[in-house]
């Protein structure tokens, strides 16, 4: 008991938040004052007063059960579900790939090396996939970003409707990939679609937004954009209205204008929003599937009949659950995970610069 | 303050609920943010930015409701036709759409259901209890949000063939069950929400943790509890990668089922498919109709911190 009780004084000692300490201690007090029956008294306050009885024992050891271990529990479903579903395959996938598997086999196949990787490093439309992937994603995010951080700007004027403003432009999210997809393709139809259409009274005839390479880059990254502006916007939107007013009134009566205040006090304040989208918004940009694949209708996961829209999400598809190489597949995961780690670092190093430039 | 708030509380009492929040949500944005009225250029390109929004939403219903020849010859209708009911009934008849249907919305309601539940409860422990490797536990959270679902599906597809799970729902159920963005969503909420000394003054009087989170965190918790919902159930309802690979057409959810129809062969009737994208799109498309303020407020209060 002595060992316990010592280790339930220190514990009661070590909270570094001193404030909580005290409002614990008051509020015991008065809830003695207050002559409720000592078995509902806080079981450390028991044991700092020496008085270990036998029914404060076990309570006081399982209340400290309960502090010490429940925090853990509540985490639990969170890092099994990661463990089981995410952390386990994400090794595995790279075990995998040093592997010659087939769809269908369940264990990992003969052992090959690092075939699998340089079998891609010879494959042409393996280095397609990813200049698309490239491609795309720069495409799919910079106008996106850049359009979103004008719509938060205008946003955050005071204007009428602007409740109605900030739903109608967050109403594509809830568009599922298929639907917007599906419907994108026809719009986008070389021979019908609405905006060949459009562009004919502009003099601009017939683009081959199916077959022509960047008319498709440009019509699959518009489905991206269409989907995600507003979401970004609206982050966008809740970060410019957390800036204090004062610098903006300091930057008006320094005689700056609108467009000035939005590019020197705007800006860098909301940069840790900014950071935070082009991250995420360049993971999604990397396993770009369902647009391309439906783009394509027919063709499959070819991402166009000469693979001029295929990303590497794509032809990982095709690789595993076409041709059924598992294993060629896995070698493609494990290298989007290598470029997302590189894109993690510029970005991380990015972030440093940054902040030594503003000297914090 | 009075003034702002005065007007809404008139309205009627239906609003009664609605006016604290609106007024609290006026008052923060006048302390903090920039007021300046918005000119007409402002309301020019918002108006354009709606209508770009809106517009492929509202060709959705027009093509629906017109026939194939109608779409594909020039000038594309731009009103509503007569032949909804007719494209619906071919839906119906080429992909199992109420099957799909009844499986996304078991799909999407499991998963968030149990994202809220499992994040609530991590969200708690990690904004106001303290444990050792606190922390560095929630940095690893942050960082799980990085892994994109690519780097995982061959030793899931495995794992579901060796359990004969193909096909079947629970395959894209429990990998989901509970993801970092809920539980870092939930940790952001109950960090500002919950004051420390409620917490303690339960324990005080002898609630043991799982009473504390009964009757202290989930009351304070339950309006980002439905925002975190909402938005779990939307983008459950739109997976697309994993339930295309895990599921078929034989037992789809409406994501796959869509891809089915419009990955058929090149004879395909155009209104169809667009029919069956709206169908796909209409119940989440009312609920943002109805709640689509909570959604907005919710997106925003989860951004800005980050």
């Known amino acids: ?360 | 303050m009075a003034q702002l708030t005065e007007p809404v509380r008139s309205s009627g009492a239906r609003h009664s609920s609605a006016a604290p929040r609106r007024a609290r949500r006026r008052l923060r944005v006048g302390g903090a943010g920039k007021q300046q009225n918005g000119g007409p250029i402002a309301y020019a390109f918002l108006i354009i930015a709606t209508l770009v929004s809106l517009f492929p939403l509202y060709w959705t219903v027009v093509a629906a409701s017109h026939t194939d020849t109608d779409i594909v010859t020039p000038p594309t209708p731009l009103l509503p036709g007569s032949h909804l009911i007719d494209n619906l009934k071919i839906v119906w008849d080429q992909v199992d759409m109420t099957t799909a249907l009844i499986n996304s919305t078991i799909v999407a309601g499991t998963v968030a259901f149990s994202t809220v539940l499992f994040a609530t409860l991590a969200g708690f422990a990690f904004a106001k209890l303290e444990f050792r490797g606190r922390n560095a536990l929630l940095t690893v959270v942050v960082a799980t949000m990085t892994v994109p679902p690519q780097l995982t599906v061959i030793p899931l597809y495995q794992i579901i063939t060796k359990a004969g799970w193909v096909g079947h729902l629970q395959s894209v159920i429990l990998p989901s069950l509970v993801a970092a963005f809920g539980v870092f969503f939930m940790r952001q909420f109950l960090a500002e929400a919950l004051p420390i000394e409620l917490v303690e003054a339960a324990r005080v009087d002898g609630a043991h943790s799982l009473r504390i989170i009964w009757h202290v965190v989930f009351p304070i918790a339950r309006p980002a509890m439905a925002v975190l919902g909402m938005l779990v159930f939307v983008q459950s309802w739109n997976d697309f990668f994993w339930p295309f690979i895990a599921l078929s057409q034989q037992n789809p959810t409406v994501q796959v089922a869509l891809a089915g129809v419009g990955a058929g062969n090149h004879s395909i009737d155009h209104a169809v498919v667009v029919c069956a994208a709206l169908v796909s799109t209409l119940p989440l498309l009312l609920v943002f109709a109805v709640l689509g303020r909570q959604i907005v407020s919710g997106i925003t209060a989860g951004a800005v911190k980050s």
């Open chain 1, 1 to 360: 008991m002595t060992p316990t009780c010592r280790a339930a004084r220190t514990l009661s000692r070590t909270p570094p938040n001193p404030y909580g300490k005290d409002a614990l201690v008051a509020t015991s007090v008065r809830a003695t004052s207050d002559g409720s029956p000592p078995s509902s008294r806080p079981a450390p306050s028991t044991s700092r007063r020496g008085d270990p009885g036998a029914p404060g024992g076990w309570r006081t050891r399982l209340y400290r059960f309960d502090t010490k271990a429940s925090p853990y529990a509540y985490i639990a479903p969170f890092f099994l579900v990661f463990a089981a579903f995410g952390l386990f395959p994400l090794i595995y996938t790279g075990w995998l790939s040093l592997h010659n598997v087939q769809l269908g086999e369940s264990g990992s196949g003969s052992w090959v090396g690092f075939d699998n990787y340089t079998n891609l490093w010879d494959n042409q439309f393996f280095w397609k996939a990813l200049r698309n992937t490239f491609t795309l994603g720069v495409i799919s995010t910079v106008p996106q970003l850049l359009m979103a951080l004008g719509l938060a700007h205008l946003l955050n004027f005071k204007l009428r409707g602007r409740g109605f403003f900030r739903v109608a432009i967050l109403a594509p999210y809830a568009t599922s990939i298929a639907a917007a997809a599906l419907v994108f393709v026809q719009l986008f139809n070389p021979d019908y679609g609405m905006i060949n259409q459009l562009l004919g009274h502009f003099g601009v005839d017939g683009i081959r937004w199916d077959s022509s390479k960047w008319p498709a880059q440009i019509a699959i990254s518009s489905i991206v954009t269409w989907r995600w502006t507003g979401y970004n916007a609206l982050i966008y939107l809740a970060a410019m209205q957390a800036v204090p007013a004062d610098l903006y009134e300091a930057a008006a009566l320094d005689g700056a204008s609108r467009w000035r205040q939005f590019i020197s006090v705007t800006i860098p304040s909301i940069r840790p929003t900014i950071f935070f989208t082009i991250i995420v918004s360049t993971i999604g940009a990397t396993q770009l599937f369902g647009e391309p694949l439906i783009y394509g209708g027919g063709v499959g996961p070819t991402g166009g009949t000469d693979h001029q829209y295929q990303t590497l999400s794509l032809y990982m598809y095709d690789k595993g659950w076409q041709v059924g190489q598992l294993g060629q597949a896995s070698a493609v995961a494990w290298v989007m995970l290598l470029i997302l780690l590189l894109i993690g670092a510029v970005q991380l190093l990015f972030v440093r610069s940054n902040r030594r430039k503003l000297g914090g």
